[in-house]
């Protein structure tokens, strides 16, 4: 009787063994965690730092150039010497050249008295807009139009504010480009040895740095060449092409994130303008390209970004779409479940199939609107033979 108890617990033992060594494995699977945060929609590209605004200093007569001591990145004050001109006695007594100098002056005072035009317009477009602003704050404290209606028009004022002081750098620097004209009559206009001796001193429009000098040695130049390029480098604008498509998802005001321009930091900018105009752009593999110039402003202060300079690259991610409290999966977790977009959950070891309604996604996220909560493991990177219900093991 005990032989045949032993008989059947090593019978017993045996299909234990047979059934645990033929039963399936539970298939490895990688996981993730469903989040909930900030979901951050971008346009990724390269750009380039330029100045706003870029003044070439040229010649306003022809003359002999002496040689130009300042260097590149050499600070310059406003109406400061840049260049000295020793006159062309026959070129600079003839009649020809005073009435081409009389000529250049009165189209200066034109270009000037367009530049004042150009100042009141703007300065009456900052009073209209001041006004709408004081109407609408008023309707909103009585309840007749919404508070946020209110934004609108402050940022209306600041645009108006900018244009009003872009139009009286305008006039300032053509009034002084008038002078400069004036002089150089009152000089060509003058006879005798001495005056033929005078140098006439080229001076600085604005204040600012030498970026570029076109004339260093000593030489001869004519009316009009360029010397010099001055410019602010702490007034910096980035430009970035982007394909038509992506570009039509951007307006002004849109906020951006500047990277691995040199600096550890990363740099806040808004989009300050699109441009109406694309053009033909050929990629890399030889792809016609449809692309648009989109003008970004630095918004992060300039002290945290003074080793930029006038074209250096840095890579610029347009956030298109920012969605706070979003219920985020890895996009790798997500595969097409006949029209709709399904996943697999892990749950109690095996894989539930569950279909998601998908918002928008990015390269590494997806913006669940329903079907997932947070904290909910998901398998990635499924298996295309994995099925719902079967079992699996997280890796």
Same mark, same amino acid.
């Given at each position: 009787?005990?032989?045949?108890?032993?008989?059947?617990?090593?019978?017993?033992?045996?299909?234990?063994?047979?059934v645990w060594a033929l039963w399936p494995a539970a298939r490895l699977v990688e996981t993730a965690v469903v989040t909930q945060g900030r979901f951050e929609r971008a346009v990724q590209e390269d750009g380039r730092t330029r100045l706003r605004e870029r003044y070439l200093v040229s010649a306003p007569l022809?003359?002999?150039?002496?040689?130009?001591?300042?260097?590149?990145?050499?600070?310059?004050?406003?109406?400061?010497?840049?260049?000295?001109?020793?006159?062309?006695?026959?070129?600079?007594?003839?009649?020809?050249?005073?009435?081409?100098?009389?000529?250049?002056?009165?189209?200066?005072?034109?270009?000037?008295?367009?530049?004042?035009?150009?100042?009141?317009?703007?300065?009456?477009?900052?009073?209209?807009?001041?006004?709408?602003?004081?109407?609408?704050?008023?309707?909103?404290?009585?309840?007749?139009?919404?508070?946020?209606?209110?934004?609108?028009?402050?940022?209306?004022?600041?645009?108006?504010?900018?244009?009003?002081?872009s139009a009286r750098q305008e006039e300032a620097a053509t009034r002084h480009e008038l002078e400069q004209v004036r002089v150089a009559l009152r000089q060509v206009s003058t006879a005798g040895p001495a005056?033929?001796?005078?140098?006439?001193?080229?001076?600085?429009?604005?204040?600012?740095?030498?970026?570029?000098?076109?004339?260093?040695?000593?030489?001869?130049?004519?009316?009009?060449?360029?010397?010099?390029?001055?410019?602010?480098?702490?007034?910096?604008?980035?430009?970035?092409?982007?394909?038509?498509?992506?570009?039509?998802?951007?307006?002004?005001?849109?906020?951006?994130?500047?990277?691995?321009? !040199?600096?550890?930091?990363?740099?806040?900018?808004? %989009?300050?303008? @699109? *441009?109406? &105009?694309?053009?033909?752009? =050929? /990629? #890399? +593999?030889?792809?016609?390209?449809?692309?648009?110039?989109?003008?970004?402003?630095?918004?992060?202060?300039?002290?945290?970004?003074?080793?930029?300079?006038? !074209?250096?690259?840095?890579?610029?991610?347009?956030? %298109?779409?920012? @969605? *706070?409290? &979003?219920?985020?999966?890895? =996009? /790798? #977790? +997500?595969?097409?479940?006949?029209?709709?977009?399904?996943?697999?959950?892990?749950?109690?070891?095996?894989?539930?199939?569950?279909?998601?309604?998908?918002?928008?996604?990015?390269?590494?996220?997806?913006?669940?609107?329903?079907?997932?909560?947070?904290?909910?493991?998901?398998? =990635?990177?499924?298996?295309?033979?994995?099925?719902?219900?079967?079992?699996?093991?997280?890796?």
């Amino acid at each position: 009787m005990k032989k045949r108890w032993l008989l059947a617990l090593a019978a017993l033992a045996l299909v234990t063994l047979l059934v645990w060594a033929l039963w399936p494995a539970a298939r490895l699977v990688e996981t993730a965690v469903v989040t909930q945060g900030r979901f951050e929609r971008a346009v990724q590209e390269d750009g380039r730092t330029r100045l706003r605004e870029r003044y070439l200093v040229s010649a306003p007569l022809g003359g002999r150039l002496t040689r130009i001591t300042l260097r590149q990145g050499d600070a310059v004050a406003k109406n400061a010497v840049v260049a000295l001109l020793w006159p062309n006695t026959p070129a600079m007594l003839d009649e020809r050249s005073t009435a081409e100098q009389l000529a250049r002056a009165n189209a200066m005072a034109s270009n000037l008295a367009r530049a004042q035009a150009g100042v009141g317009r703007a300065s009456a477009a900052l009073s209209q807009a001041r006004a709408n602003l004081t109407r609408s704050e008023t309707l909103a404290e009585q309840g007749f139009v919404s508070p946020n209606q209110n934004e609108t028009g402050r940022l209306d004022v600041r645009l108006r504010e900018q244009e009003l002081e872009s139009a009286r750098q305008e006039e300032a620097a053509t009034r002084h480009e008038l002078e400069q004209v004036r002089v150089a009559l009152r000089q060509v206009s003058t006879a005798g040895p001495a005056a033929q001796q005078r140098p006439f001193e080229v001076r600085s429009p604005v204040a600012g740095r030498v970026l570029k000098i076109t004339h260093s040695s000593e030489t001869v130049v004519p009316a009009g060449a360029t010397l010099m390029e001055l410019g602010d480098p702490s007034r910096l604008e980035v430009v970035v092409d982007l394909l038509t498509e992506d570009a039509a998802q951007i307006s002004p005001g849109t906020p951006v994130q500047l990277a691995n321009w !040199g600096g550890a930091a990363v740099l806040e900018g808004r %989009v300050r303008l @699109v *441009e109406p &105009a694309a053009f033909t752009k =050929v /990629s #890399a +593999l030889g792809v016609e390209e449809q692309r648009v110039n989109a003008v970004v402003d630095i918004t992060t202060a300039p002290t945290q970004w003074q080793s930029l300079g006038d !074209g250096f690259k840095v890579d610029v991610r347009v956030l %298109v779409q920012v @969605v *706070e409290q &979003a219920i985020q999966v890895p =996009v /790798s #977790a +997500l595969f097409p479940v006949g029209g709709r977009a399904g996943l697999f959950v892990l749950e109690q070891g095996h894989a539930r199939l569950r279909e998601v309604e998908i918002s928008a996604r990015n390269g590494m996220q997806a913006w669940i609107r329903t079907g997932l909560t947070p904290g909910t493991t998901v398998i =990635v990177y499924p298996d295309a033979k994995l099925k719902d219900g079967e079992a699996v093991r997280p890796r």
